[in-house]
Structures are given as C-alpha cells and as structure tokens.
C-alpha cells in the first residue's frame, strides 16, 4: 500500500529526494568508479571530460525549474492564479490584460539569449515598415511618457486642447488629464461631459502651433464618439493644428476592428490624426509601454528627447511589445500562433464556445450544491466605464443552485481553497452565470472542480496505480 499524492508536487524533491541524487553522484565520483563511469558513457558517444560534473549542474538547474513551475502551478494563498469567467477583458479588480504567451516567450528569450540592440531594432523596424508603410514609430516605457514629451514641444507652444468628454481616466491605463498636466505647455479643456459644440472648437483652435488631445475610449457612445471625432480634426485642420489619438482600445487588426468597432491604427492615421500613441499592455496583451507611429516631423523630435532621458522601450521589453504588436495584426498565423492572446479570444467561433457550455452544463449539472445547469447566451462589456461601450456576445453555463445560492457561493468558496484559484463569477437574481470567453479550453476541467467544490485531496491511498 503506497500514497501518491494526487496533486502537482510542489518540488522535485517530492518526486526524487535530493539528497539521494547527491549521494549517488558522490559514490560515482570515487576513483574507483570514476573511471568505469567514465569508459562507458564514451561507449555510448558521450565524449565530455566531466560529464558527472555536468550532470550535476543539470540536475541542480532541472531542480530550480521544475520547483518554479510547480509553484507557479499550485498558486499561494496570497496570490491565486484567476480564472476570468466575468466574460471581460478588463475587470475591475485587474490593473491590465494577461500578457499573450507569444509576448511572454519573446520577452524571456530576449532576457536570456545574446542580442545586440542594434539587430533588435532593426528587425522591429522591418515589422513596423511591413504594417505602417513610410510612417515613422518609436517605442516609449509608458503612454505617460509619449504624452509628455509630445506635448511638451513647440508643436503645443500656443496650448494643448483636449475636451471634457476626452479627458478621461481609463482602466489599465490610467488619467489622462492628468498625463496631459505633466506638459510644459498650458492646457485647455472644453465643453462638457456629453460633448463638445461645434463654435466651441472653433473658439478654442486658433493657431498651427497647437496640439489636440483625442482619447478613446471616452464618455461618449460609439456613435457620438465617432462624430465628436470627426468635428474635431476638422477643426484641427482649418487651423493647422496637429492631432494626437491616444487609442487605448486600438488595435492593429482588421477582423477586430470590423467585428467590434474598435478603431483601427492604421485608419486613424489614413483620416487626419498625426500621431496615433497604441498602449502595448492593452488589447495587445503585451507587456507595459506605449507604441506610437505617425507624422515623421513629429516623431523625429520624440525620439531624441526620449533617447536623451532615457525612456525608450529596449531589450527584453521591446521584444515583448514588438512581439505583441505582431501577433495582435496575425493573430493565429503560423509561427507565431498565440490561441491565449485577447485577439484571439476575441475572434473565436461562437460555436466553439457553445459547444463547450453545453459540456459543462452537462458535467456540472447535478453535482453537490448544483442543482441544474444549462448553456445560455451572455452578453458582458469589454471592461469597466470607459470600455463599457463595447458589448461582447458569448455563451456561458448559468448555475441553478440545489437550495440556496448561499450554499452554492460556500461550495465554489471551498473549491477556490482547495486548488489555489479564485474565479470571477456574474452573480444574478437567483443564480450564477459563468462566461467562458475567457477562460481558456485548457482550464475546464479545473473550473468543473472549482465549481462542484470537489478540487483534489493532499493525498490519497491507493493500491500501487495511478490516480483516475
């Protein structure tokens, strides 16, 4: 009679004791032995002087990742990992959107492998070129900064006008009023939160040494901030103005834009903004910074004042955002095949998600403090205000509690425990809906256990086989 214990081994030790390999190689390295160790490992084609001495330091660095992983895996009280079953990308209690597994791996093959900067620029040039065309870019540490050192040049000598309606704080990126206060140049707000009145642009646009300050998402619907939009670079352009979008909602691909009306870079800059500024921690899933491309007489000058002071993405964060940035206009294109990114989330057949609610519903149905359990259409913002003007369709599984719904939160408190997760539910009237737009297909079979509050024991006694 044996234990095996059924949850992932929270170290390499729990698998194979330590200090049994220790002693084993200890043995192998006596004279005695050495040498006959040695004579057969080069029958075998291993030619290495040392390959004791090299199967030790494999060990110790296997030992430290698999000791990370299962950590990682197993989650603390302190930090659970989430699983996002709100149906939103930004949730409220989430300061930004998961990086995308192509960024990460790009942002830790930078760190840990030789390159110059030089051919890392170069091939972010070539990525930039093949999207934009002959529009300049260059890749700053935060929105923040772009916003600061744009604003703060001659461009904006005469004043900064950004409207109530734009001036907005946004969530995951932050205030933009405040950003735009950071300038060296005077800032002018106008009109009112539900918008701006055409003689009011005209008043406050004067001279072509100003800057206009557009932000999306703001206040407004769709419909208006389209409108509001438009008054407002032609406005900009009677008078030679420049026009700056900070487009938090932005995005790179065509399917995105045309499926949800999130605005499009590239259109952005083909009807009249000069420089369009695409946060990276955003819809591109990459890590922190600020991607900005438009006009080269103002991005030359942006350049070199962020060179100067140091605020140039680099290095490992510029591979990341770059690889983001690539991955969010292809996304699901080979090699670069990214299913966990929020492009490719947002893009999946709603027959696929469907399909896997009426699985679960299944599944769920009956178990512990479940009563019934049936697939249902949902319907959840983007995110909090601001986002809240995008609605994302989905299907999900909603949850008919056995008794009360106080029984059934208890049950989902204790799978939470049990597997280190914490899951974000939509609570209705009498009921939870869970929406699986985001939560990725791999994570089923843990958000059943979650649910049904029946995660895994510390051990289990068996007699010699495996767990089912």
Request: aromatic share 4%.
């Amino acid at each position: 009679m044996v234990k095996i214990p059924r949850q992932f081994p929270r170290r390499l030790d729990d698998i194979i004791p330590t200090a049994t390999v220790e002693k084993l190689l200890d043995v192998l390295q006596q004279p005695d032995i050495a040498g006959k160790v040695r004579e057969a490992l080069h029958k075998v084609g291993l030619q290495d002087a040392a390959p004791l001495d090299k199967f030790r330091e494999a060990w110790q660095q296997a030992r430290g990742w698999i000791d990370s992983v299962a950590e990682s895996v197993t989650g603390g009280a302190s930090h659970p990992r989430v699983l996002n079953a709100s149906g939103q990308i930004l949730s409220s209690s989430l300061s930004a959107i998961p990086w995308g597994a192509t960024a990460a791996y790009e942002f830790a093959k930078a760190a840990t492998d030789y390159q110059s900067s030089a051919s890392l620029q170069r091939q972010v040039d070539d990525m930039v070129g093949r999207l934009f065309g002959s529009y300049e870019s260059a890749w700053l540490g935060s929105t923040a900064e772009a916003l600061r050192i744009l604003s703060s040049g001659p461009v904006g000598s005469e004043g900064i006008i950004v409207s109530r309606v734009d001036a907005v704080r946004i969530a995951g990126l932050g205030d933009v009023r405040s950003m735009l206060q950071a300038s060296a140049n005077r800032l002018l707000d106008i009109g009112a939160a539900n918008g701006v009145r055409t003689e009011e642009w005209k008043a406050a646009l004067t001279g072509s040494r100003q800057l206009v300050v557009l932000s999306s998402p703001n206040n407004l619907s769709l419909e208006d901030a389209s409108q509001h939009r438009l008054n407002a670079l032609a406005a900009a352009k009677a008078c030679g103005a420049a026009v700056i979008e900070v487009l938090a909602d932005g995005t790179v691909n065509h399917s995105l834009a045309e499926h949800y009306a999130f605005p499009s870079v590239q259109h952005s800059l083909e009807t009249g903004a000069d420089v369009v500024i695409l946060p990276t921690q955003l819809l591109t899933a990459g890590p922190a910074g600020a991607f900005v491309v438009g006009e080269a007489k103002l991005l030359a000058p942006l350049k070199l004042a962020a060179e100067n002071i140091g605020v140039l993405l680099n290095g490992a964060a510029l591979a990341g955002a770059a690889s983001a940035l690539r991955t969010a206009a292809t996304p699901g294109g080979a090699p670069d095949k990214d299913n966990s990114s929020a492009v490719a989330s947002l893009l999946v057949n709603p027959a696929n998600l469907r399909n896997r609610a009426q699985r679960l519903a299944i599944q769920l149905a009956g178990r512990g403090e479940i009563g019934e359990a049936h697939e249902v259409e949902l319907t959840a913002p983007l995110g909090p205000s601001p986002w809240n003007r995008y609605q994302l369709k989905s299907w999900g599984v909603r949850l008919q509690p056995r008794n009360s719904l106080a029984d059934l939160s208890r049950q989902i408190s204790r799978g939470e425990n049990k597997l280190g997760l914490k899951l974000e539910l939509i609570r209705e009237a009498e009921c939870l809906a869970v929406n699986l737009r985001f939560v990725p297909p791999p994570c089923d079979h843990e958000l059943v256990q979650l649910i049904a509050g029946d995660g895994p024991e510390s051990d289990q006694e068996t007699n010699g086989s495996p767990p089912n």
